[in-house]
């Protein structure tokens, strides 16, 4: 069998990375430096630059909607009774920590 053409190889990297609701934070982040480390070539097409692209911006998404929702329930488990926030990180305050951007 002859080896795959550059064009073949990037295909099937688009088909490997998932782009499902369903993928850990981790495993989203990891796909999401497979994509960059994708883009990052010479090689690839327009079309399939865009395809890659669409994808990253997926997993993207996915990435912050978990950071977003691990920071909701951060606050929510580091209330004291009155709504304070009663944790410190490094001498903030955790909300000025979380609020932060």
């Known amino acids: 069998m002859p080896p795959k053409s550059k064009s073949e190889k990037s295909q099937t990297l688009t088909e490997q990375i998932p782009t499902k609701e369903t993928l850990s934070f981790e495993d989203a982040l990891g796909a999401l430096e497979e994509v960059i480390t994708e883009l990052e070539k010479d090689d690839l097409s327009l079309d399939r630059a865009l395809t890659i692209f669409e994808q990253g911006i997926g997993l993207m998404r996915q990435c912050d909607a978990r950071l977003g929702s691990a920071q909701g329930k951060m ?9 304070e926030f009663v944790e410190k990180v490094l001498g903030d305050s955790l909300e000025s920590f979380l609020n932060r951007e």
């Open 75 to 83: 606050k929510e488990l580091l209330k004291g009774e009155n709504g």
